[in-house]
């Protein structure tokens, strides 16, 4: 059951709770963005579902749960992580589901950037069994990153914003090498990751590009900063 249909039925489990009032925060108070309000009507169209319908049962339905809304930098990110084992559940992350997590995240306080660290973060088998995280991150990463119609130093500036996202999400344990060593593990993760998804690589081959070249320059170019 994806996370949209969760949201029509009745809903029990305090991640999505909390997830259907951050949303249905964002919609009362008007903070939703337009692309925002353009991602909501592309999830009923996708879903086939009516958009009053969708918006009644985010704004009506049970009891809120503000007071369980995460405080801490932290506790935000560890909450958004468990959100993003309850997408991948069925090993894919459908792009309506992560329509609406970008704007739970939002509401949070994350940007786009912070979103897919998280999501390079999470999907490995700390979080998910065997090489269920590598499906579900090749399925988010498809609508993320699109070279077509970019030059490579937009290209370039796009993958550099992501590592150095997940340089900043990675956890500091208060000893210089071994959190250099943590940090070269991720990047080199996310550099992997990148390459291993077809579609990523066509698309740059198509667009004239050396992804891996690219990839391995930004990933040491990050590296070098935190840790020079």
């Not at 925060?25 to 009507?41: H, N, Q, R, V, Y």
């Not at 084992?85 to 309506?96: H, T, V």
């Not at 998280?118 to 990153?145: A, E, H, P, W």
């Amino acid at each position: 059951m994806s996370i949209i249909n969760r949201f029509l039925t009745v809903v029990t489990e305090p991640e999505f709770k909390l997830a259907r009032d951050l949303t249905a925060m964002a919609i009362a108070d008007g903070a939703l963005t337009p692309e925002e309000k353009e991602a909501i009507s592309d999830i009923c169209h996708i879903e086939g579902i009516d958009q009053r319908k969708l918006l009644e049962n985010l704004t009506g339905k049970g009891e809120p749960v503000a007071e369980e809304i995460p405080q801490t930098r932290r506790s935000k990110e560890e909450y958004l992580r468990n959100l993003i084992k309850l997408i991948g559940a069925d090993s894919y992350a459908a792009p309506q589901e992560v329509y609406l997590f970008q704007i739970i995240a939002g509401r949070l306080g994350l940007n786009q950037m912070d979103v897919v660290g998280l999501f390079m973060l999470t999907t490995n088998r700390q979080y998910f069994r065997s090489d269920v995280g590598s499906k579900v991150l090749s399925s988010f990463l498809r609508n993320q990153i699109d070279p077509v119609g970019k030059s490579e130093k937009d290209n370039r500036d796009n993958l550099r914003a992501i590592y150095e996202t997940i340089a900043a999400h990675t956890s500091r344990l208060q000893d210089e090498r071994a959190d250099s060593e943590l940090l070269r593990r991720n990047l080199a993760r996310a550099t992997e990751t990148f390459c291993q998804n077809e579609i990523l690589m066509k698309g740059f081959k198509r667009a004239g590009l050396d992804l891996a070249r690219i990839l391995k320059e930004e990933e040491m170019r990050v590296f070098m900063k935190y840790t020079g």
